[in-house]
């Protein structure tokens, strides 16, 4: 099989005609044979899709023909395999939910810093350096000078910046996040309660992988993903994390070999929460999949689920 492209993007922008943009796009994406999914709102475009070297060539020259689209934030890695189970291609209230009303990174957003200025603000003592990833992110690998800000979604970020920063303290802040685009709504928020020098890593950690010097690189651990893949490691290669099917946090190689984790039913995060009937009936099902997929059918719920 042939390698598989993933292809991850994003762009604020107005979109009124979304509705005839999905339409559009989801004929695309099943033409060319591309899963993952595709996010539209009314401020712009958000998503990471999967498929051929053709197929995902083909989406990027349908969006490049309609000619709003110059400024796609657009990054690739690979896989061996497909990532994605199925296309969707949805609408929703906004790219990426931060639920701040009004919020608008068009508008006015931070300034964005490039490998060699991102390595400055981590070496700048007076420069605070905020994660805007969640905390099960973060566990799979960070930037050691980053402050984490504790949230288990982006939605919690902005009650995260009126309990623990303040602008007269914190005059030169510093953000990342995996693709960028959390930083766009991020910076904007941060300007927007008076904070004066606000950055954020252009393209995210994924860019950084892709663009810094090996010998420079200050990243540690991998990068979490939000497909089958679950991580990708410094030269954007699926990573050794799998994601655990029973809480969906993502679980090491190291902890996979914990008499806590077992396949399906329970790992180190969840074991605790856990009752032994839940495992018991957890089992149950697995074995169930497992017959069905032996047969070559499938069980009704895959036993694979995409990333979140």
Same mark, same amino acid.
């Given at each position: ?54 197929? +995902? /060539? ?6 490049? #023909?309609? %000619? &709003? *689209? !110059? ?58 350096? +905020? /994660? ?6 973060? #566990?799979? %690998? &960070? *930037? !050691? ?164």
């Amino acid at each position: 099989m042939s390698e598989i492209i993933v292809a991850s993007l994003y762009q604020f922008l107005p979109l009124p005609d979304r509705e005839a943009l999905r339409d559009r796009l989801l004929r695309c994406c099943q033409s060319l044979g591309i899963k993952g999914t595709l996010l539209l709102a009314n401020e712009g475009i958000n998503g990471t899709v999967a498929g051929s070297r053709g197929g +995902i /060539d083909g989406l990027r020259a349908e969006l490049a #023909a309609d %000619g &709003r *689209f !110059d400024g796609l934030e657009y990054k690739e890695s690979t896989a061996a395999e497909q990532p994605f189970l199925r296309l969707k291609v949805r609408l929703k209230r906004e790219i990426v939910s931060m639920g701040v009303p009004g919020a608008d990174p068009t508008r006015r957003v931070g300034r964005y810093a490039d490998v060699d200025r991102w390595h400055q603000l981590l070496d700048d003592p007076e420069t605070l350096v +905020i /994660d805007t990833r969640n905390d099960y992110e973060i #566990a799979v %690998g &960070r *930037f !050691d000078q980053a402050l984490a800000p504790g949230t288990g979604h982006f939605r919690e970020f902005p009650d995260f910046v009126r309990r623990e920063l303040d602008p007269a303290r914190h005059r030169r802040i510093a953000m990342y996040c995996t693709g960028g685009i959390r930083c766009e709504k991020a910076s904007h928020h941060l300007l927007e309660q008076g904070f004066e020098e606000v950055w954020h890593l252009r393209g995210g950690i994924l860019r950084y992988l892709e663009e810094v010097n090996p010998a420079h690189n200050r990243w540690r651990g991998e990068c979490f993903v939000f497909d089958d893949r679950v991580s990708v490691d410094h030269q954007l290669q699926p990573g050794e994390h799998r994601l655990c099917r029973a809480c969906r946090h993502p679980v090491s190689a190291e902890q996979r070999r914990s008499p806590l984790y077992e396949e399906g039913i329970s790992c180190p995060h969840c074991h605790a929460r856990q009752s032994a009937a839940n495992r018991e009936r957890a089992r149950a099902r697995r074995h169930q999949v497992e017959l069905a997929e032996a047969r070559g059918g499938q069980h009704l719920g895959p036993a694979k689920a995409a990333g979140a």
